[in-house]
């Protein structure tokens, strides 16, 4: 019988996010620093002999064979061939639509351990390009380091960037990223810069001014965070994130939160919590 096992899928922030261009096909150019957050869903992995790939628990108006976590699972089936099967319970804690990658981190969760536990032996690179056919965040959770990306994001470079407290809000909004990239007065001509000069930069995000301006809630959320700590959004939202240097200053923000909003606390780190599971597992 085989026991199930749990591996973290986690959040991320965009640390900064600038537009510097626009393709003839309507994607955009970016240059943004992903880090990784030790909060996150989960996935519970349970290996079986059925072949199949069965998943739990329904997620209302989402076929099981539409969700990335399902499509990965048969990505790695087609590849290798595998004729193993695995349940799988997703405990989703990363709200939707938020810009925290909660959708590409799950794939990715599902990509590295059943790689792992189903023994198909494929390398990261195979399996990050097996995660850019399911969606452009995808790579970067699979590779599990703090990232620098360019083009239309599937450039990475690994980075570092200081490992600071974060109080992460949302308020009560769900925002398509194709609104946000779809929009006239989005700023697309931000210079290119190196990643030494953006890092030794004050960070911001291009998005920001749109996403503001469209939503209200988004505006008013980080005026008030603002008053305790440098404040943006991540990536097109409607997640906001403060800063901190210490964890007591962030979770005293937290504890005063207006009920408008929802948040949490967390560190961001430089590896993914997925890859200290990974390697605690092969040791």
Request: proline residues 6%.
């Amino acid at each position: 019988m085989h026991q199930p096992s749990v591996w973290p899928s986690p959040a991320k922030l965009n640390l900064f996010l600038y537009i510097t261009g626009r393709r003839d096909n309507g994607y955009h150019d970016l240059q943004t620093l992903f880090q990784f957050l030790d909060y996150g869903d989960s996935l519970t992995i349970t290996p079986n002999e059925t072949g199949s790939v069965t998943l739990s628990p329904d997620i209302e108006g989402l076929l099981p064979q539409d969700n990335l976590v399902y499509r990965a699972a048969m990505a790695i089936k087609s590849k290798t061939g595998c004729k193993a099967g695995a349940h799988i319970h997703i405990d989703k804690i990363l709200p939707m639509g938020g810009g925290l990658g909660g959708g590409s981190s799950n794939a990715a969760t599902a990509l590295i351990a059943l790689n792992y536990l189903w023994e198909t032996k494929l390398s990261i690179d195979e399996l990050a390009e097996m995660g850019l056919a399911l969606g452009a965040d995808v790579p970067v959770f699979v590779r599990g380091t703090t990232a620098f990306a360019e083009g239309v994001g599937e450039k990475l470079q690994p980075a570092d960037a200081p490992e600071k407290w974060y109080l992460v809000a949302k308020p009560d909004v769900s925002i398509a990223t194709a609104k946000i990239f779809g929009h006239e007065n989005l700023t697309r001509n931000t210079p290119n810069r190196t990643l030494n000069e953006l890092l030794a930069e004050k960070h911001e995000n291009d998005c920001e001014k749109i996403v503001r301006e469209l939503f209200p809630e988004v505006d008013k959320a980080i005026s008030w965070l603002l008053e305790y700590a440098p404040s943006r959004l991540t990536g097109t939202g409607a997640c906001v994130f403060a800063e901190f240097e210490d964890e007591a200053a962030a979770r005293s923000t937290l504890n005063q939160l207006p009920d408008w909003l929802t948040g949490f606390v967390a560190r961001g780190v430089n590896t993914s919590p997925l890859f200290t599971t990974l390697n605690s597992q092969t040791q």
